[in-house]
T-cell receptor, first 114, second 113 residues
Framework: KAGVTQTPRYLIKTRGQQVTLSCSPI?????VSWYQQTPGQGLQFLFE???????NKGNFPGRFSGRQFSNSRSEMNVSTLELGDSALYLC?????????????FGPGTRLTVL | AQSVTQLDSQVPVFEEAPVELRCNYS??????LFWYVQYPNQGLQLLLK??????LVKGINGFEAEFNKSQTSFHLRKPSVHISDTAEYFC???????????FGSGTKLNVKP
């Protein structure tokens, strides 16, 4: 089975712009979670989608949003980019999205905001 | 909210020496516990997880971890490390609330020849 894929792998944007990141989960996985990883804050949970519905959301401003499509692929969007949004954004998928399930991570999208 | 503490941000160790990476969590309720490894420029890979049952959990690459409920700890151990174990290791907790995981700040393991 193919693993979790994320596109693009690298992005450079300027402040005020918006960006959309894409995640394709492992085939058959219905849950997709997003995390932001920075040296200062570590790994922080952004949100989780299951069957096109957002079930959980972390403590991030409304500029961060996401969605999931019927084929389980997910996108996250960040509007009005700030310098502090520079980070590695990781996507993870699992079968049922339950706490005991193993999450499989993609390689991440490295976003740099100038 | 749950918090996960990895006390050691960096652990240097010589090849073939034993290593222990420490992890403590805050919740006293039932939790699921995980250890992930991240190699440079890659995502996270599951090493092992504790769901219930035996408190000693064995994972991939010779790693194991012990769940200690009274001390709310889940330390990761390996009896003999290799250069290839050089990576960052993350402890994570899930309270069963769907896929909302709390991660520790990570421990960078640096294995020296």
């Amino acid at each position: 089975k193919a693993g979790v894929t994320q596109t693009p792998r690298y992005l450079i944007k300027t402040r005020g712009q918006q960006v959309t990141l894409s995640c394709s989960p492992i085939s058959g996985h219905r849950s997709v979670s997003w995390y932001q990883q920075t040296p200062g804050q570590g790994l922080q949970f952004l949100f989780e989608y299951f069957s096109e519905t957002q079930r959980n959301k972390g403590n991030f401003p409304g500029r961060f949003s996401g969605r999931q499509f019927s084929n389980s692929r997910s996108e996250m969007n960040v509007s009005t980019l700030e310098l502090g949004d520079s980070a590695l954004y990781l996507c993870a998928s699992s079968t049922r999205g339950q706490g005991a399930d193993t999450q499989y991570f993609g390689p991440g999208t490295r976003l740099t905001v100038l | 909210a749950q918090s996960v503490t990895q006390l050691d941000s960096q652990v240097p160790v010589f090849e073939e020496a034993p290593v222990e990476l420490r992890c403590n969590y805050s919740s006293s309720v039932s939790v699921y516990l995980f250890w992930y490894v991240q190699y440079p420029n890659q995502g996270l890979q599951l090493l092992l997880k504790y769901l219930s049952g035996s408190t000693l959990v064995k994972g991939i690459n010779g790693f194991e971890a012990e769940f200690n409920k009274s001390q709310t700890s889940f330390h990761l151990r390996k009896p003999s490390v290799h250069i290839s174990d050089t990576a960052e290791y993350f402890c994570a907790v899930n309270q069963g609330n769907f896929n909302k995981f709390y991660f520790g700040s990570g421990t960078k393991l640096n294995v020296k020849p």
